[in-house]
């Protein structure tokens, strides 16, 4: 499949893809998606984060596209009405939280009514490491300072105890993302969560796992989303850098990898572009368009 069918969707993910360390959207990256959509190609973002968490990024650019969230527990149109929802049952919702409290791991719960944690200094903490691993060159400071935003303007919300949401009737549960730099422990829980079978696994960074319900996961949504267009896996271009791109990546007739992806990520794409910090996403869209 070396991609040479007309491309009619373009799916994106965006943590070490579209944005950089940094989490901006460079300008040749933006310039990029506009002459793609000017072209009647849709471009979608297919990324882990929650709403709220994707939407003031491309708000910044001023750019409008629909979305596929929290691995595809969610999808929402370009003005960000909601089309399609695939939760976590809250039984079993409470018997991983169990698993994972058993294991002394830390995890945040992601809902419907945004995201929660229960211990802010270890989630501020955890966070600042997380993205200096996925961005190494990164300023610690400017992160830390990120990071303390992330908890200022409510993106994440801080609870005593996570039974409060998993018992309300107002959320519904939509990813657990779990941290640690432990390896020991990701593997344990890894382990744990295989008896889970409803869900699925998968990482977005070293030191993480990303537990979905199996339907949540971008491929999926993703076939759901083109099947919705009249428009085949075949026509449709996906980029991404980690393991939570994969279940995309491998369905689609143009499969790009980051040049910062992992190596595994990049044997198993078609194309590997530049990396997150010199425009990938924009490099292998404009390469797409002149092919078309």
């Given at each position: 499949?070396?991609?040479?069918?007309?491309?009619?969707?373009i799916?994106t993910d965006?943590?070490?893809t579209?944005?950089t360390?940094?989490?901006?959207?460079?300008?040749?990256n933006?310039e990029?998606?506009?002459?793609?959509?000017a072209?009647g190609?849709e471009?979608v973002?297919?990324?882990?984060?929650?709403?709220?968490?994707a939407r003031f990024v491309l708000?910044?650019e001023?750019l409008?596209?629909p979305?596929?969230?929290?691995?595809?527990?969610?999808?929402r149109?370009?003005?960000?009405?909601l089309?399609?929802?695939n939760?976590?049952?809250k039984?079993e919702?409470?018997e991983?939280?169990r698993?994972?409290?058993e294991l002394?791991i830390?995890?945040e719960?992601y809902?419907t009514k945004?995201?929660?944690t229960?211990d802010r200094?270890k989630?501020?903490?955890?966070i600042v490491d997380?993205?200096?691993s996925?961005?190494?060159?990164?300023?610690?400071?400017?992160?830390q300072?990120?990071?303390?935003?992330?908890?200022?303007?409510?993106?994440?919300?801080?609870?005593?105890d996570y039974d409060?949401?998993?018992?309300?009737?107002?959320h519904k549960?939509l990813k657990?993302?779990?941290?640690?730099f432990?390896?020991?422990?990701?593997?344990?829980?890894?382990?744990v969560?295989?008896?889970?079978?409803?869900?699925?696994?998968?990482?977005?960074?070293?030191g993480?796992?990303?537990?979905?319900?199996?339907?949540?996961q971008k491929?999926?949504?993703?076939e759901q989303?083109?099947k919705?267009?009249g428009?085949?896996?075949?026509?449709?271009?996906?980029v991404g850098?980690?393991?939570?791109d994969?279940?995309?990546?491998?369905?689609?007739?143009?499969?790009?990898?980051?040049?910062n992806?992992a190596?595994?990520?990049?044997?198993m794409c078609?194309?590997?572009?530049?990396?997150?910090?010199?425009?990938?996403?924009?490099k292998?869209?404009?390469?797409?368009?002149?092919?078309?």
């Open positions: 499949m070396e991609g040479d069918s007309m491309i009619k969707c799916a965006m943590d070490g579209l944005v360390g940094a989490h901006i959207i460079t300008k040749e933006k990029a998606i506009l002459a793609a959509q072209r190609i471009v973002v297919a990324t882990g984060r929650s709403y709220e968490e708000e910044e001023g409008k596209v979305m596929i969230l929290v691995n595809g527990a969610e999808i149109t370009k003005e960000g009405t089309i399609g929802e939760p976590i049952e039984s919702a409470i991983i939280a698993s994972l409290n002394d830390y995890f719960v809902t945004g995201t929660y229960n200094e989630g501020l903490a955890l997380i993205f200096l996925i961005n190494p060159g990164a300023d610690r400071d400017f992160i300072e990120e990071s303390k935003e992330r908890f200022a303007e409510g993106n994440i919300h801080v609870v005593e409060q949401i998993f018992r309300s009737e107002n549960i657990f993302l779990v941290f640690s432990d390896d020991e422990k990701i593997e344990a829980a890894s382990k969560l295989k008896h889970f079978p409803s869900i699925v696994v998968s990482s977005s960074a070293k993480n796992i990303e537990i979905t319900h199996k339907l949540a491929g999926v949504a993703l989303f083109v919705e267009r428009i085949s896996l075949e026509d449709t271009m996906a850098d980690n393991f939570n994969v279940s995309m990546l491998s369905r689609v007739g143009r499969s790009v990898a980051m040049g992806a190596d595994e990520i990049k044997a078609d194309f590997v572009t530049a990396t997150n910090e010199e425009s990938g996403v924009g292998a869209i404009m390469e797409a368009l002149k092919e078309r």
